[in-house]
Every structure is written in C-alpha cells, then in structure tokens.
C-alpha cells in the first residue's frame, strides 16, 4: 500500500518536472538562447481560403487559420482554457466597462519591421469599421462609441435600389491614440466583455503597407504574429515560417508551417495515417465511424469539444412556430444520446444549455429537463397546442447533416406520433440566402462556433432582439434587459452571472433547440509531439515540437 | 484537307460565344446569393454585399455582366476569384495537371484494352476471353470512387507501395495509379470495342484475300485487320480523351490531384461565376479540337474518307 503510494508521489512529481522542463525551454526561447527550437517544418491541413487574407475581411475557417498564424491581437486565448491574457497589450484598464485605458508592450514589430504601435490598432479598426471599405466583420466594432457615424445602412439592404449614405465621418470618436503605446477606446454602452473580444481576429493591428498598397498586402500579407507570410500557391499551399523577431512571450519550436490544401479531408486523413500530412483537425465520417480513426491512428488523436454548438431553430417569425410549448414539445421529443449513439459512435455529447463546454463564464445544465428526452410530456404538450400537419426539418446537406437532422427528425417523430419529414438543401449558400431573407418555413439547422470564448458570445448575437445572427427573429424584451444588464456589468464575474440568467430565460421560450455540442476529432503523424488542439480546434502552433 | 480544318476552326467561334453565354447564364441562374454563405452562420453586412456586388458587376443584368466579361476575356483578363486570386493563375496551375492525368489514363486504357481486346477478338470463345469478359464485366460495374478507395488503401496505406495522395508537383510515376482508377472503365470498353470490331472484321473478304495471298499471320494482323477495326475504338478514344481532360472530380478529390475537375467542382459550390466559366470554355475549346483531330484521324486511317 505504501510503495504504492509512494510510486503514485513519483510519477507525479516526475510529471510536474517534465512539464516545468517544457515550459522552461519555451520561455528561453524569448530570451534568445534558442536551444529547442527546431528547424523542422511541420505541414497542416487547411482549406483554400475563401476570401483576402485581411484579418477584417475573413471569417472562414481556412483564412482563419492562416490569419492566426499571422496575427498577434491585443489580447490572446490560452490554448488549453480559452481564457484570454494580454498579447500586444501590456494592460487594459477600466473603472466603469466603458472607457478602456490600452497601454501597449514595447518591441512589437510587424513582419515588415515597422513598430506596433496604438495607431496600428486604430487605423485598422476604423478601416474595418468604415462601411464604404466593405468589410465583413465590421459588426464587430458595434460597441464601440461613433460607430453608427463610420458605418451607415442602406436603407433597403443591398438588394434594393437605393445606396447607403455616405458616413459622416471616416474615424469612429471612440478610438483616441494617446501615444505611440496607448489607446483609449470609449465604447457607447459598458461592455464588461470587450477586453475579452480584442483577441478576435477583426481586431488585429494592421501595418502601414496595408494602407499604402491593398493588393501588394493581399498578395503578401504582413502581420505581427509568430509566423510570417512566405509564400502561397493557390489551391496547393501557403507556406509561413517562424519571425524571428516575434516579440511575444512564448515562441513557436517549429521553424515553418505548411499549410497545405486537401480538396477533401478523406484525401488529407489518408495522408496523416501515411504519414505525409502531420496535422489535421477534422477526421472525416468515414474514419468516424466505428472509431476507426483510433486504431489508425494509435495515441495519435484526439476527440474533445470546442467552443461550437449544434441547434436547430424556429422561424419565430413564422406564425405556426410563434408558441412556446410547441418549441418546447419538440425539444423534448429529441433523444439526443440515441442520435450522439447511432450517429456519433458518442462523440458529440447531448447539449444542456446554448453554451459550449469550456467556454468560460458557462454554467452546466441551464436547459434542465427540457433538453431531455420526454416522449409521454412531449406528446401531451404538443397535442394541446393543436399544430396542424407535418413536422418538417430542413438544412444543407453538402457537409453532411443529413444524417443526424433524419435522426432527430425520427425520434421526434417516434415521440410525437406525427410525420416528420427532413427537407435537403443541396448549397449551403442557397440554405442561408433562404435563412438571410427570413424565408423559413421549416424547422432549421443553426450552429454557432465562438468568435471569442466568452458566454457573451453565445447569447447576445443570437437571442438578443436585432442581433446580428438572431435569424428566427426571436424576441423578448426581459432577455433583452437581462443581456443589457450583463453587458453593462461592472465585472465579468457578475457579467457572467447575468448572463447565465439570460440563457436560462431564452431556454425557457426555446426559440431554438440545442441538440449537441460540437467536438473536434483531430490526428497527427507520428513526429508531432506536445500537440495541443485550443478550443477554436486549431493545433498549437507554440508548443508543437517535432520528434 | 486544309480547307476543311479551317472551315472546322471558324465553326468554334459561334460555339465559343454560344457556350460561354450559356456557362455564365447557368452559373448565374444558381439558386442562393453568392455571399449568402460568406460570413458563415451570420448574414453579411449589407455594406461587404453592395462592395463585393460592385467590383464583380454583380448589380447589371445578366447580359451586360456577360459583355464585360467576354471583353475582359478577349483582352486575356480570365478575372478573379472573389478572395482575389487570378483565375488564369488557377488554370495554368491546374491545366498541366489534369493534362498529365488525362494522358496516362488515355496510354492506360489505350495499350490495355487494345492488347487484351486484339488477343481476345483473335481466339474469341478461349479461356482468355471469358476471363477478359469477366473482368471487363467487373470493372464496368465499380464505380470509380470504389476502385480509387480501394487501390489507395491497399496500395498506399496497407502495403505502401505508393504514397496515398499526389504531390502538387504531379509526377508521372504518381499519376499510374491514378491514371489507372481514372481509365480502368474506359479500358473495358475499348477492349469490348476492339474485340468485337476484331473478330468482325477476321471474317471479312479483304483478310481472306490477304490469307489467301499467302501473307506472314503478323502482317495480316498488324496492318489489315488491326487498321481497320481501330476507327471505332479511335473515335471512342477522342471522346474519351476530351471527357479525361474535362477534368475527373472524383479521381482527383480521392487522390488530392489539384486538377481541373476539382476547381471547377469547388467554384460550382462558391457561386465563383468568373472561374466556372474560364474553365469551362477552355473545356469546350479542347473538347472541339479533340474532335477535330479524330475526324482527321479517320482519313489518315481509312483511304476511302475524303473532307473536300
């Protein structure tokens, strides 16, 4: 019993050794004695990116990653819990969530050689934020204050016939540069979240080539991250190497990523179990199944959840979808642990609440029994609302959800005794226009991934009356409140209590269900060491080593 | 000879101009906004809409668009893709590639099916030619993906002979296995082709006269009858070579082959009207002359075709 004890005591310790090891040689890297940093370059699995690689300009996965390499924020996110910690800024400081004093750290420098400096940050949020430039994450500079003066609508979208005005002005007033290392940002509203938000990559410094020649930068993006921009080959490559100037903390062991363009993650998985490819982060269906992908890949994977959720949403706007306990029913009609089983092989866990596990702020089991599979309550409260014909449940099926909307959809109608039929859209592009339009007559497939780990970010975009992706036009003014009251929270402790009560409210009108929680199922080659997939599933690029 | 190769060539420019018009109308004409699916589960800002709109002439009606279209092409400007990128880059990047694939599927099937093909219309009824049948039988009926997966598993994965995927640089040794998932149907149907055509013509006069007139087996063979039971598995072979060069959205999608076949498949998806349209009408161009050159084959084949 006591060597046994004893032997538990060592193995610990020697864990905790290893570790500090690791982090020690991290940190020598910053002061320059370079020991484990290798010469190795490492290939990943990307898709071709669908826009410029211009951080305010992309939101797709594939440019992601690439920008993410390329870009250091204000703030970053550690990669093992997602809570965000000063990059760029040296600190950020508030009294009142309102007004954000940003002094920013010395030695930065852009790829080019040109210093980071308050007006890097400035100038590229108001590019971003102007609405002639056309941006796509423009929305994200909302809150801060002069905004509506930088960023007009057009009054009848951009479908109708008349054009935006043109903005009164081309800077937003809340953006004030100090100095060379300090910003002062005044927001219109508090927002105790914003400091949190800054990691986002819309929120990235630009340099002043950017400005000088856009299509010599998107061409050759210049950033301030710890890769730099090497070179690209569409549809095959982009190829980045470490910057040797990186003035961040923790520097990457790895000299060069390739990220490499797979037309199919089937193609790219193939790869990885050869041994060609050494990361990627999505295993296709096919090694899935059965978990297949586990035996190709002995101690080589990995499966965990990110900070993603799967709903399907009400049309609220709809009149036959405008009562709770019809919303309610049908949630409780879903067996979600029989769909994660029979589809998943119980990969993707049941979800309780409209917040992913690991993000922080979030609070387990807000959903309570509603998410819970209740067949005899289902069907007595769906009887009583008298909703006439079929059930009907539609999404796009070119990144395979047919499978599981059919599997909710037949639990549902095992539950309820009533036809519930699943409607394909071939594109995912006609799906949305359709969403977009608030053109649903059905029952949709919604999803969120985070922007940035933050239970804000689940809630105000989708349950807040005009938010920016609250596509079933749900509204209810005490969650409204609610959410405002959190907003204007003096600190995220309280912020986040605030917030969990919105959720708990919006669960209980249910405008949309939540059916489970995205996981990643990522692999890696067999000379990958101290892999580390963050919650946005993307692999560390800092603490990756090759053996 | 000439004459006819240029009245040929004059017949491409209406066919250019019609099948372009009718490529943009298509891919203009697909259901759902192009930017509706840009910003992922959130709609995009009017003001990206209306920016993107107007730098691709999105807001003219079709035929405008395609006018300047057609005159930026005639210029050699194939336009750009909406992240930027030129589209005649992505063709020069990928045309050689589909090229060399198309080619040795093309030599596969070709020397294949036509040694099996000629051996079986010789002795039909042997041994070899119900095992010939059988096979053909078997690989008309896999789809093609099957015997990609297939060969790649065992071949790349489990015994490692190849590598699973090609390399950007697509060697020839890499496109084999490839070339050959791409060309094993073709080469069932070239070997029914040529064995029927074979064993037809063993029965016709002129190879009893050349029997007769005491010519060498080989040269009967050879010359005779091989020339003239080519024609039929020549035309199949140029169309089938004008398909090949269409691209293979399969083969490439399992083999990570950065081919034609897989740009325009992804620029289907992505609504990129510039891109689809520049593949296709290149698509088309090779596809006539490809034509073009099996008409001429015919009467450098057989003597007794004449175009003037």
Redesign the interface.
């Known amino acids: 019993m006591r060597s046994r004890r004893v032997a538990t005591w060592l193995a610990v310790s020697t864990t905790v050794v290893v570790t500090a090891g690791a982090c020690g040689g991290s940190g020598d890297g910053a002061g320059g004695s370079g020991s484990d940093r290798s010469d190795a370059t490492i290939s990943i699995y990307v898709t071709?990116?669908?826009?410029?690689l211009v951080p305010g300009?992309s939101?797709?996965a594939g440019?992601g990653r690439v920008l993410e390499a390329l870009f250091t924020g204000l703030v970053e996110y550690d990669p093992r819990t997602g809570e965000p910690r000063n990059a760029v800024a040296e600190s950020i400081e508030t009294t009142d969530s309102k007004i954000y004093t940003i002094t920013l750290n010395d030695g930065w420098t852009f790829h080019d050689g040109t210093p980071v400096t308050a007006k890097s940050f400035a100038d590229a949020w108001n590019y971003t934020a102007y609405?002639?430039?056309?941006?796509?994450s423009?929305?994200f500079f909302t809150q801060i204050q002069g905004f509506d003066q930088v960023?007009?609508?057009?009054p009848d979208?951009?479908d109708g016939p008349q054009?935006?005005p043109q903005p009164a002005a081309k800077e937003m007033s809340g953006l004030k540069v100090i100095d060379d290392r300090t910003l002062e940002v005044t927001l219109a509203e508090p927002f105790s979240v914003f400091p949190t938000q800054l990691g986002y990559s819309a929120f990235a410094p630009l340099p002043e080539a950017f400005f000088a020649d856009q299509?010599a930068f998107?061409a050759n993006p210049i950033g301030n991250g710890p890769f730099r921009f090497v070179s690209r080959?569409?549809?095959?490559?982009i190829l980045v190497e470490r910057y040797e100037n990186y003035a961040g903390a923790v520097k990457p062991s790895v000299r060069a990523v390739e990220m490499r363009v797979?037309?199919?993650s089937?193609?790219?998985y193939?790869?990885v179990?050869?041994g060609?490819l050494d990361f990627m982060e999505v295993i296709p269906p096919s090694a899935l199944a059965g978990r297949l992908f586990e035996t190709d890949l002995p101690g080589r994977s990995a499966s965990e959840t990110y900070l993603g959720i799967q709903t399907v949403s009400f049309p609220v706007y709809d009149p036959r979808f405008q009562n709770p306990d019809l919303r309610k029913a049908i949630s409780m009609a879903i067996d979600r642990e029989a769909v994660n089983q029979q589809i998943f092989d119980g990969l993707k866990p049941p979800a309780d609440g409209y917040v992913a596990p690991g993000v922080p702020g979030r609070v387990p089991n807000q959903c309570g029994e509603l998410c819970t599979h209740q067949p005899e309550r289902a069907k007595q409260m769906f009887d009583a609302t008298g909703f006439q014909g079929p059930i009907e449940l539609t999404s796009n099926v070119?990144a395979g959800n047919q499978e599981w909307m059919q599997a909710v959809c037949t639990t549902i109608s095992n539950a309820l005794a009533r036809e519930c039929n699943f409607v394909p859209v071939p594109?995912?592009?006609?799906?949305?226009?359709a969403?977009?339009a608030h053109e649903m007559t059905a029952i949709y497939r919604?999803?969120?991934?985070a922007d940035y780990p933050s239970i804000e970010n689940f809630l105000n975009?989708q349950y807040r009356t005009g938010g920016?992706?609250n596509?079933g036009l749900y509204s209810n003014p005490a969650v409204d409140a609610t959410l405002a009251q959190a907003d204007a929270a003096p600190s995220v402790e309280q912020g986040n209590a605030l917030y969990q009560e919105a959720e708990r409210m919006a669960l209980a009108d249910m405008p949309a269900i939540p059916v489970y929680f995205q996981s990643v199922q990522s692999g890696w080659s067999e000379r990958l060491d101290n892999v580390i997939v963050d919650p946005f599933r993307r692999l560390d690029l800092f603490s990756v080593t090759v053996s | 000879m000439g004459r006819y190769v240029l009245r040929r060539m004059l017949q491409l420019v209406p066919v250019f101009i019609g099948a372009t018009f009718l490529i943009y109308v298509l891919v203009w004409a697909l259901p759902g906004d192009p930017f509706a699916a840009k910003c992922g589960d959130r709609p995009c800002p009017d003001a990206y809409i209306t920016a993107m709109r107007e730098r691709f002439n999105l807001d003219d009606s079709v035929f405008v668009q395609y006018g300047k279209y057609l005159l930026g092409l005639l210029q050699g400007d194939f336009g750009e893709t909406f992240s930027g990128i030129q589209v005649s880059e992505l063709i020069a990047n990928a045309y050689p590639v589909t090229l060399k694939l198309a080619l040795v599927a093309l030599v596969i099937e070709a020397v294949i099916g036509l040694t099996a093909g000629v051996v079986t219309g010789l002795r039909p009824g042997g041994y070899l030619d119900n095992l010939v049948l059988v096979s053909t039988l078997f690989l008309i009926a896999i789809p093609v993906f099957v015997t990609g997966f297939v060969l790649q598993v065992t071949l790349g994965l489990r015994w490692g002979i190849i590598d699973p995927t090609v390399s950007a640089q697509a060697d020839f040794s890499e496109l084999i296995v490839p070339g050959f998932v791409l060309g094993s149907l073709s080469m069932a149907y070239v070997t029914r082709l040529a064995r029927t055509s074979i064993s037809e013509n063993r029965r016709s006069d002129y190879v009893r006269t050349a029997v007769a007139k005491g010519l060498r087996p080989r040269r009967v063979v050879g010359v005779h009858l091989l020339r003239n039971s080519a024609i039929p598995v020549i035309t199949f072979l140029g169309v089938d070579l004008g398909a090949l060069m269409g691209g293979a959205i399969v083969t490439e999608g399992i083999f990570n082959i950065r081919g034609i076949g897989g740009l325009v498949y992804r620029s289907i998806l992505t609504k990129e009207g510039a891109t689809v349209t520049g593949v296709v009408v290149l698509l088309v161009i090779v596809y006539l002359l490809m034509n073009l050159l099996v008409d001429v084959l015919y009467a450098v084949l057989d003597p007794r075709i004449r175009y003037d």
């Open positions: 071709e990116p669908e826009n410029p300009n939101t797709e440019g609405s002639p430039n056309g941006q796509q423009a929305s960023n007009t609508q057009d979208g951009s054009q935006a299509a998107e080959q569409p549809s095959v490559n797979y037309a199919s089937e193609a790219a193939q790869d179990v050869a060609n070119d594109a995912f592009g006609e799906f949305r226009t969403i977009n919604s999803g969120w991934v975009p920016s992706s596509d």
